[in-house]
């Protein structure tokens, strides 16, 4: 495993194993600079989302970075206001990237209707708009749902919230058996709650003379999960990105998978339509 493997979805698409996350990096310099740096580190994908109101500046980024299209995996993500119209939705995503098609779009969350939701994707797939299509926040009966609901393309990417204190061994499991790659979010423990502090974290990191961060993903690289941290600060970028001169022996896999305690940070995907609409990120255009 190097900075460039890349791992190949259920259409042959191949998508690199390590991205950087934009989350709540905000529009303007600082993510178009993340942006750019990232690239010059060596990642090759990019993870957006309308609801983060930043693609203008993440295209803007992989503009200033002067790497070829074909070589950087940009994903996107479908938010609830543009499903009455996904192909609108996409084509102003792209818009705002100035891309003619992303690598990856996804369905955000489950909310009620993503059976008709994911089917509109599929159209969007056939026509080139997207390479690959997945979902996120999908547990495993919303993954069953989409098969009775007539989807006739297994999603190639399930993201779902993935570090050692929310392991999802058993959804990892399932994809795995229905070649549906799993992409962990929050793979550091996610904003504010990072788990680069936990002793068991730092004292493997310590032994190993790597850091915190580097453990924790590395961990996911291994079971064969994609990470996309995230990061404003170049010196962590960097870091996040040197994975690869070292391995965690099994021993160490199992004493990083003992920490978890199916615990989920982020809103239960069940009960996504009770989630008051104020505590959603409020769109705003960017410049
Ligand atoms: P992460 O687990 O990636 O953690 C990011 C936080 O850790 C930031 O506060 C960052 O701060 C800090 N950090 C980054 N690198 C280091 C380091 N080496 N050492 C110490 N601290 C570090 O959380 P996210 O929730 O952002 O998840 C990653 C990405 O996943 C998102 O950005 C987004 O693209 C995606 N995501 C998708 C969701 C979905 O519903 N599909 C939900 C949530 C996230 P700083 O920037 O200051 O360095």
Not at 24 to 52: C, F, N, Q, W
Not at 78 to 91: I, V
Request: charged share 25%.
């Amino acid at each position: 495993m190097d900075i460039n493997s890349t791992v190949e979805l259920n259409n042959g698409v191949r998508m690199p194993m390590l991205g950087l996350g934009v989350f709540r990096s905000p529009a303007g310099e600082i993510t178009r600079s993340a942006v750019r740096t990232a690239l010059e580190y060596g990642y090759r994908m990019i993870d957006t989302a309308r609801i983060y109101c930043n693609e203008k500046s993440v295209g803007r980024g992989i503009q200033d970075a002067g790497v070829a299209r074909e070589q950087v995996f940009v994903t996107t993500k479908l938010w609830k206001e543009d499903w009455a119209n996904p192909r609108q939705g996409l084509e102003q995503s792209l818009e705002r990237l100035g891309l003619d098609y992303v690598d990856l779009y996804l369905l955000h969350w489950p909310f009620h209707g993503y059976e008709q939701a994911y089917l509109a994707l599929e159209e969007l797939q056939k026509e080139g708009l997207c390479k690959a299509i997945g979902v996120s926040n999908f547990k495993e009966h919303h993954l069953e749902s989409l098969k009775a609901a007539g989807a006739t393309v297994v999603p190639q990417v399930n993201q779902v919230e993935c570090h050692p204190q929310n392991s999802e061994e058993e959804l990892l499991a399932y994809c795995r058996k229905h070649n549906i790659v799993m992409e962990a979010y929050s793979p550091l423990g996610g904003q504010g709650q990072s788990l680069v502090g936990d002793p068991r974290v730092t004292s493997l990191s310590a032994y190993l003379k790597v850091t915190p961060a580097q453990v924790l993903l590395r961990w996911n690289l291994q079971r064969g999960v994609v990470v996309i941290p995230k990061s404003v600060r170049p010196e962590r970028i960097k870091e996040n990105s040197q994975l690869f001169n070292f391995e965690l022996s099994l021993d160490e896999m199992d004493a990083i998978s003992s920490i978890n305690a199916n615990l989920r940070r982020a809103f239960d995907s069940d009960r996504i339509d009770q989630r008051p609409a104020a505590t959603f990120p409020k769109i705003v255009e960017e410049e």
